[in-house]
């Protein structure tokens, strides 16, 4: 297996899990004395800390809402055509496998933008409205 194989194989496992952000919200009501990052009622779990693990060892972690569908290779052609160089063989891979919604930060990272808001686990999901830069060239 490849390593790009393996991401796949690793995103498509955290998606199937409901645990493809770098940040997962709690159970409601549940861990909510002590410093920590909270949103409303939820402690807020950032992967790859002890916290994070403890919680999913004790099934503390709620499930994320599926990320958006698989961008078309449309958009991607499109996307390509705007940056002016094809992206990278995994990003457009990863692209199939959901256009944007995992991994870290606040914005899903997606060759295609709706301003539609996602809800459910307590938690509103908008979608970003603004263009993210792809590829940042020095001057």
Known sequence: MTDSQDILRRVRGLIAAGQHRDQVPGLPGVELEGAGMFSGDRRIYTRGTDEYASAAERGLLDRLLPPPPSADRAAIEEAESLVGAPLPALLKDLYSV???????GPDEISVTTTTEPRTGSGFTHPF???SI???EVPA
Do not use: E, S, V
């Open 133 to 135: 830069t792809l590829i």
């Open 98 to 104: 959901a256009n944007g919604g995992f991994g870290p």
């Open 128 to 130: 970003p409205a603004h």
